[in-house]
């Protein structure tokens, strides 16, 4: 068997669920016919929701011409990991501490929030089938089209707008409850996040029947144009989400969880017990290696909302809170860095004939590109590059990124260690 370079081409894997944009229209595809996936042929009428690029056991990344996954050659070839990211993280069998995605999102994905790590090893240990890994999830979505997501509690003083206004949503909590938070914005930090946790918990375990009869009443009096302004942000939220859920109690979320739209360039970080439902849009999302999500509306799926209410932070504030904001690194790279250990986010975007050059990280990475045509290159040869191209670099590689005929863009994860 040849010798394994420090760079080569991964074959990333595609997730088809409900959520995803269909045919042509979603990224994945997009990217997927570029990738080099074998059997690969768009249909028009499947879902094409998330690419995987990384060593996840659900669905690790395959190895241009090589029978060996992307997990089993590091594995074979830990130098490739490195030694620093190896004794910080558990790289056992070529695994890598983060794991790198595209989404394509067409119908709002569940109500939802990730485990922190002792919280993961707990219920992976419990119910393996439905936790399917132990590690926690803390993740970035990074935009590349107009995006839309549901994201964090919103500011106290907006909920209790809204639980004042909104006869319907009030409708679905106790009286004690309404009464309590209505001087909620007097209390204490600790305080405020007991009454906003009595609130979400008796939202989310309404009774359904009650559930139904309010929505269907709040839509109906939204159809007719009976909204208050306080409800005109989120109406055709309200409207969307219902049409895709109908009599969901997820639905009710949009008065209590901020509403994001985000434009091309923007991320959010979303870390252990934040609750989110990414509504609509494309994005590039890098998470450490799970797949472990607490549901809780919005969804098919088996909710959990006990262990949802019970691992949540209560933390209220202004959606900008979960905002990473790039820093320029050079004229062509953008940094987007997480305020966690476990990856970090390059973006390139090199012009016609352009080279950006990256020094060696300690850290393994993964790039894809999403735009145009080019090639990377390191001390011992080049790979051709094309949207969907996706490459494994491993550490202490130093590489140069070379636009073509047309601008590349290439989005790169790492562990910088």
């Excluded at 030694?83 to 995605?101: C, E, I």
């Excluded at 090893?121 to 926690?136: C, F, G, M, R, S």
């Excluded at 970035?140 to 949503?169: Q, W």
């Excluded at 739209?261 to 999302?285: K, R, S």
């Amino acid at each position: 068997m040849s010798k394994i370079e420090p760079v080569f081409h991964i074959i990333p894997t595609i997730q088809n669920y409900d959520w995803g944009k269909k045919g042509k229209d979603s990224k994945v595809s997009e990217f997927a016919s570029g990738a080099g996936i074998d059997g690969f042929t768009l249909n028009q009428s499947v879902p094409y929701a998330e690419l995987w690029m990384g060593t996840h056991v659900k669905s690790p990344s395959g190895v241009v011409d090589r029978k060996q996954n992307l997990a089993q050659i590091l594995a074979a070839n830990p130098g490739l990991i490195g030694d620093q990211v190896s004794q910080r993280f558990d790289t056992t069998n070529g695994n890598l501490p983060f794991l790198f995605k595209v989404l394509a999102i067409g119908t709002a994905l569940s109500i939802q929030t990730h485990p922190d790590k002792k919280t993961a090893e707990k219920l992976h240990a419990e119910q393996p089938t439905v936790y399917t890994d132990p590690n926690h999830k803390p993740e970035m979505a990074l935009a590349l089209t107009d995006f839309k997501a549901l994201c964090g509690f919103m500011p106290i003083a907006r909920i209790a707008e809204y639980v004042k206004a909104v006869p319907e949503f009030e409708a679905l909590i106790d009286p004690s409850i309404v009464t309590e938070f209505s001087t909620c914005t007097l209390l204490s930090e600790s305080e405020q996040k007991a009454v906003l946790k009595k609130l979400f918990s008796a939202l989310m375990t309404a009774d359904v029947t009650n559930i139904a009869t309010q929505l269907r009443a709040l839509v109906a009096r939204y159809k007719r144009g009976g909204q208050k302004s306080v409800e005109e942000d989120v109406k055709d939220l309200i409207l969307t989400l219902n049409e895709q859920y109908p009599g969901d109690v997820g639905v009710f979320c949009a008065f209590m969880l901020n509403y994001v739209q985000m434009t091309p360039g923007q991320a959010i970080f979303l870390g252990a017990g934040e609750p989110h439902a990414y509504v609509q849009g494309d994005i590039m999302e890098c998470m450490a290696n799970s797949d472990n999500v607490i549901r809780a509306g919005l969804t098919p799926k088996p909710k959990d909302i006990p262990n949802l209410v019970s691992v949540l932070t209560y933390t209220a504030s202004a959606w900008q809170k979960h905002m990473v904001k790039p820093v320029d690194i050079t004229p062509r790279t953008r940094k987007y860095d997480p305020p966690i250990p476990d990856f970090a986010v390059f973006q390139v975007n090199a012009q016609k004939g352009e080279t950006e050059s990256h020094e060696a990280i300690p850290g393994p990475s993964i790039a894809i590109a999403t735009e145009g045509f080019g090639r990377v290159s390191w001390g011992g040869g080049e790979l051709d590059l094309q949207a969907g191209s996706v490459i494994f670099v491993g550490a202490e590689t130093k590489i140069d990124i070379t636009a073509g005929d047309s601008n590349l863009v290439v989005y790169r994860a790492y562990v910088a260690a």
